[in-house]
């Protein structure tokens, strides 16, 4: 459960729509403020640049005691114990932040909450082991992460956690085709779990959280698929079987995605697979060792065009209103 209300979340996102809509000029001052007097929260928020600032400043700080502590203090085994009672804290703490000053993305919070996931990792690690473990780390440090979206709402845990389990099978496996195809299955996985929750909620929150998520773990997948842009994760194993499947898969996928991305409405990942479809026939040649040509420009300048026809807008004649009872309404000039 998060520990900002549900009600209140869907106040701030429909604030922003509201104001979208302003800065669109589809509805005037009076309907804007109108429409922000009803969705009032009371929270404490900072600016872009302060919120970083803050961020940057608490999280460094943090990482800082603690090396300091590292070097002065000589615990051994004991250490990690301590660092997973101080992530334990820092979780806590990001939470008496929220409820005693009502922050909301105000960055001292964040920081705080965000720390606690990496301290854990690292504690864990070294509780359980006479050494660092690449593989504990990844499962503590994937696991904590997503405890820190689950209970705060931050995406960019939420990520973290997607990319860091599908780290996991690369610590597992020796070769490379069994990493790549079990990075692929639980990528997979965490894609229907994220669907199906983003499905239940539709546009609001939280369903627009577990978008994002259901997106970076298709567009993981892609990545881990496409051997030409992935060498850097894990050298192939050079199966030819392997990478005709691969390579079907690179045109799979965007497809697939697409298809998936216009049935359900969901724009970002769209825009991931579109992305996707570009990567592919860039990437396309240099994976069969053939060179490019001029028709590949071409063949991408008419894929561009067609998802440009595609996507354009069926009626762009919008007018929003907002009736006496506070009901927001769209009509259509045909």
Same mark, same amino acid.
């Given at each position: 459960?998060?520990? &900002? ?5 869907r106040a701030i996102r429909q604030r922003r729509t509201v104001r979208r809509w302003f800065a669109n000029r589809l509805i ?14 009371? =929270? ?27 070097? !002065? ?17 820092? %979780?806590?703490?990001?939470?008496? @932040? ?5 922050? &909301?993305? %105000? ?11 990496? @301290?854990?990792? &690292?504690?864990?690690?070294?509780? !359980?082991?006479?050494? %660092?473990?690449? @593989? ?7 696991? $904590?992460?997503?405890? #820190?979206?689950?209970?705060?709402? =931050? ?9 860091? $389990? ?18 692929? /299955? ?6 229907? #779990?994220?669907?199906?929750?983003? /499905?239940?909620?539709? !546009? ?5 959280? =577990? ?6 773990a298709w567009a993981a997948m892609y990545v881990i698929t496409n051997l030409e842009i992935s060498q850097w994760l894990s050298?192939?194993?050079? &199966? ?36 996707? $479809?570009?990567? /592919? ?5 240099? =994976? ?32 929003? /209103? ?6 927001? !309404?769209?009509?259509t000039d045909q």
């Open positions: 459960m998060m520990i &900002y209300p549900r009600a209140d979340e005037d001052q009076s309907q804007r403020d109108r429409m922000l007097a009803d969705l009032q929260v009371d =929270y404490r928020r900072a600016k872009p640049l302060v919120r970083v600032a803050l961020f940057v400043s608490v999280f460094t700080g943090i990482g800082g005691i603690i090396a300091l502590l590292a070097t !002065t203090v000589n615990l051994r085994e004991g250490f990690g114990l301590v660092l997973m009672f101080v992530a334990a804290g820092a %979780f806590f703490l990001a939470e008496w @932040l929220i409820r005693a000053f009502r922050f &909301y993305r %105000f960055g001292v919070e964040e920081a705080v909450a965000m720390s606690a996931a990496p @301290l854990f990792a &690292y504690g864990s690690t070294i509780f !359980t082991s006479s050494g %660092f473990s690449a @593989l504990r780390g990844f499962i503590a440090l994937a696991g $904590a992460a997503f405890i #820190v979206f689950r209970r705060f709402g =931050y995406v960019s845990a939420g990520v973290a956690a997607v990319i860091l $389990a599908a780290m996991i099978p690369f610590n597992v496996f020796v070769a490379d085709t069994p990493r790549r195809l079990a990075a692929v /299955t639980l990528l997979l996985i965490i894609f229907g #779990v994220a669907g199906e929750r983003r /499905t239940d909620h539709g !546009t609001e929150f939280p369903g627009d959280l =577990y978008g994002v998520l259901e997106t970076t050298i192939p194993d050079g &199966y030819v079987q392997f990478q005709w499947a691969t390579l079907a898969g690179i045109w799979i996928l965007p497809a697939v995605g697409l298809f998936l991305a216009i049935r359900d409405r969901h724009r970002l990942m769209a825009e991931a697979n579109i992305v996707m $479809a570009i990567v /592919t026939l860039l990437t396309t040649r240099p =994976y069969l060792g053939a060179p490019h040509t001029a028709w590949d420009v071409i063949v991408l300048g008419l894929l561009m065009i067609a998802i440009a026809v595609w996507f354009r807008p069926k009626s762009p004649n919008h007018q929003i /209103t907002k009736s006496p009872d506070h009901q927001i !309404t769209r009509s």
